[in-house]
């Protein structure tokens, strides 16, 4: 809690302020320092602190301004002054050694309008961290550090304030050199071998993180060494295991820290002695009658030691690592074996407990008693029913058990308990055959011999692998060779008409692939088969092979093309370029889906199809489809037909539609006719309302019998008879002679 400490009266408001905060270190103890200008210790009175640079605003009291306790006596009018620069310097140098004396110098450079006195705060930080804090009306300010230590090492900084007014220095990095010597213990000055020697370094009054170094030193021997990593302690321990043959130990350490890109080291530490005992005395081994012996002699190792303590020891017998014999809570080991060639080599015998270990060896000879026999055989490769003779021997020496066996994965099988094994052999005999050779219980045996009986291959059969004997244009054809029966390896031989092709060895079967099968190619395949056996080849029968060509441009045409009389038939020719036969083909018409309306295969490269009836439903587009045993389909491009009506039909639409108009005409002309039968009365009312007096009324009866006649179509007496019945209508009597004579004029 930040805390603003007046250090003179209430009443003087020039008095001196500090803003205190503890700072606690690793270990717990304070690091920062304060001084007033007399050079008198402040911390007493403003507590103990720890304070960052950014945290250094000092807090007001309730009610007053929240600025930086200042003397009033600044604001007098005229007592201005300004910063020039802020200084930090370290004494002697910026490079001190381990333990001198060290002092870090704050100088404040203030120009000032008149002669008048100004107090300031110096405060030195450390990597951000505040370590010092003076009050003082002088203008520098001195951190005395009695004996530097590494932890000393870093970033300085200074600020001053005055009079409301703060400047900071540039930083400035100080390394201390060189480290305390650390101190070292061991946890036991005497130990056993097989134990561990704890071990604790410790660098007083460094400041982690520090590496720490440990050494073992023997004499005439390299010291071994670890080192371990504390990130928060400035001490570490260590195990070092006791060993075998380790008798007087010493050990020390060091330690080093990280100081920019470089590491600072410390003198070593005291040397620590430890002295070893043995829980145990190194084993002897010993190997009775002698370590060179004989086979078939009988060999006797001993292993034994002297312990200080019987509990948890164990005693161990090794040849090659591996385990022969081992007891418990025993001083003496006993192993014994009946000699051969292979016992001969180094014996290991270990003694341990907890961790101790401790071991002696000896090597043996074995001396040959006899060498192995050798088997040997009649013939390695023989046909059935022929006989075989197995012969055991050993060189220059006869007095021995022989026995003859065959080699099996269930174990070896007796067949002859002499030297010399003869019979008749069959394919199941063949294997692997040994002999052996016992004298004075020592048994050897020979090398095994491989004997192969052979039964002759049957006639071979050859067939294309996909089944049927013909072969896609342009694809591999794939042959295969079998012999029913017969001891492999059997070697097939595959011939394209006379020529070898490939030759192949395998048990049963060989596969032969032609990649160049061509379309004229007429040349028959055969195979033959032949092994071990004294019967020579057997040759299959020659196989013919199809060769299918695939279909080439499918086109489709019809007659009548592209238009169809309704009712007519049409002929669909569906044709392909080439393609082997039989070719199936297949007609389609496109509606909503395509409907397939024709198939057949045929051993043509065409196919008609005859279309009896079209009707209107059979208009669309048309394609058709080919293929054939290479199972490709070949699509034709489509073709359009447009079912229309038949010319007996069109004479029936043209009869019924002329027919119509004459209709239409007739109907035409007799309402015309009507419409006339009801103009002329109205007419020749009209006119005779107009007449005005006997001769415009002849001329007027004139001029209407003319139009009637000129209008009318009907026959003379209509005529007549139309004119009269209008005069007399209109009460014009007079004038029907006279109208009727004129009209017969005309």
């Not at 100080?174 to 005497?190: D, Q, Y």
């Not at 169809?564 to 007609?587: D, N, Q």
Request: charged letters at 25%.
């Amino acid at each position: 809690m930040s805390s603003c400490t007046q250090l003179a009266q209430p009443s003087s408001w020039s008095s001196t302020c500090l803003l205190v905060n503890r700072k606690t270190d690793f270990f717990g103890e304070s690091q920062v320092h304060t001084a007033t200008a007399e050079g008198k210790d402040l911390a007493g009175a403003s507590g103990l602190f720890h304070k960052t640079r950014e945290n250094m605003e000092l807090d007001s009291p309730p009610g007053r301004p929240a600025v930086s306790c200042k003397g009033s006596e600044l604001y007098t009018q005229g007592r201005v002054f300004t910063f020039n620069t802020v200084e930090i310097n370290v004494q002697p140098s910026v490079k001190v050694k381990n333990g001198a004396p060290m002092s870090i110098i704050c100088h404040a450079d203030i120009s000032k309008s008149a002669d008048f006195q100004l107090k300031h705060n110096f405060t030195i930080f450390k990597d951000g961290k505040l370590v010092f804090m003076a009050v003082s009306d002088k203008d520098d300010a001195r951190y005395e550090v009695p004996m530097a230590r590494s932890s000393d090492t870093g970033e300085y900084e200074c600020t001053v304030e005055a009079g409301g007014k703060t400047k900071s220095s540039n930083s400035l990095h100080v390394w201390v050199t060189g480290m305390t010597k650390p101190i070292l213990t061991a946890e036991k000055k005497e130990v056993l071998e097989g134990e561990v020697v704890k071990l604790r370094c410790e660098l007083p009054e460094e400041v982690p993180p520090l590496y720490f170094y440990f050494r073992k030193i023997k004499m005439n021997s390299t010291p071994k060494e670890k080192y371990v990593f504390e990130a928060y302690k400035n001490y570490s321990e260590v195990e070092f295991s006791v060993e075998e043959g380790d008798n007087i130990l010493q050990f020390d350490c060091f330690g080093k820290r990280h100081v920019q890109r470089e590491f600072d080291s410390s003198e070593h530490s005291n040397k620590t002695l430890v002295t070893v005992r043995e829980p145990f005395i190194k084993p002897t081994l010993s190997v009775k009658p002698s370590r060179n012996i004989t086979e078939g002699d009988r060999i006797q190792l001993e292993c034994s030691t002297v312990v200080a303590r019987m509990r948890d020891i164990e005693i161990i017998l090794q040849k090659n690592k591996t385990i022969l014999n081992s007891v418990r809570d025993e001083k003496v080991l006993k192993y014994s074996a009946v000699a051969t060639l292979e016992d001969s080599g180094e014996y290991l015998c270990k003694v341990e407990q907890g961790r101790a270990s401790k071991s002696t060896k000896v090597n043996v000879v074995v001396s040959e008693l006899f060498p192995k026999p050798t088997l040997a055989a009649s013939m390695n490769k023989l046909d059935e029913n022929r006989e075989l003779t197995l012969s055991c021997s050993i060189s220059g020496f006869q007095r021995a058990k022989f026995s003859v066996l065959r080699r099996n994965s269930n174990g070896d099988v007796l067949l002859e308990t002499s030297r010399n094994l003869t019979m008749r052999v069959s394919v199941n005999d063949t294997g692997s055959y040994i002999c052996k050779a016992e004298v004075k219980g020592i048994v050897k045996e020979s090398k095994p011999i491989r004997i192969n009986v052979y039964a002759p291959v049957s006639k071979p059969t050859l067939s294309v692998v996909s089944g049927l004997p013909e072969v896609v244009l342009g694809k591999p054809l794939q042959l295969i060779c079998r012999s029913a029966r017969g001891t492999p390896p059997i070697t097939f031989k595959f011939y394209k008409g006379n020529v070898t092709k490939e030759t192949v060895t395998n048990d049963t079967y060989a596969t032969f692939l032609d990649e160049n099968v061509g379309q004229n190619d007429k040349k028959g395949y055969k195979c033959d088969a032949r092994n071990n056996h004294s019967s020579g080849v057997k040759t299959s029968n020659i196989l013919n092979v199809t060769v299918v060509v695939p279909i080439r441009n499918a086109s489709l045409g019809s007659i009548p093309y592209g238009e169809v009389e309704e009712g007519s038939e049409t002929a669909f020719l569906c044709s392909v370029k080439e393609g082997s036969w039989p070719i199936h083909f297949r007609i389609f018409r496109k509606a909503d889906r395509d409907v397939l309306v024709f198939e057949q295969s045929e051993h043509a490269d065409r196919v008609m199809w005859r279309k009896g009836t079209m009707s209107r439903q059979d208009t669309g587009t048309y394609y058709c489809m080919a293929s054939n045993r290479a199972n490709v389909d070949v699509k034709s491009h489509p073709i359009t037909i447009s079912v229309i009506l038949a010319s007996w039909q069109k004479g029936v639409i043209v009869a019924f539609v002329l027919i119509s108009i004459a209709g239409a005409v007739t109907l035409a002309l007799w309402w015309f006719l009507c419409k006339k039968k009801k103009v002329l009365p109205w007419l020749l009312t009209r006119q005779v309302k107009n007449w005005q007096d006997s001769t415009m009324m002849e001329t007027t009866i004139q001029d209407l019998t003319l139009r009637v006649l000129r209008w009318s179509t009907l026959k003379l007496k209509y005529q007549r008879l139309i004119l009269t019945k209008l005069l007399y209508r209109r009460g014009l009597k007079q004038f029907i002679v006279k109208s009727e004579k004129l009209i017969m004029a005309v």
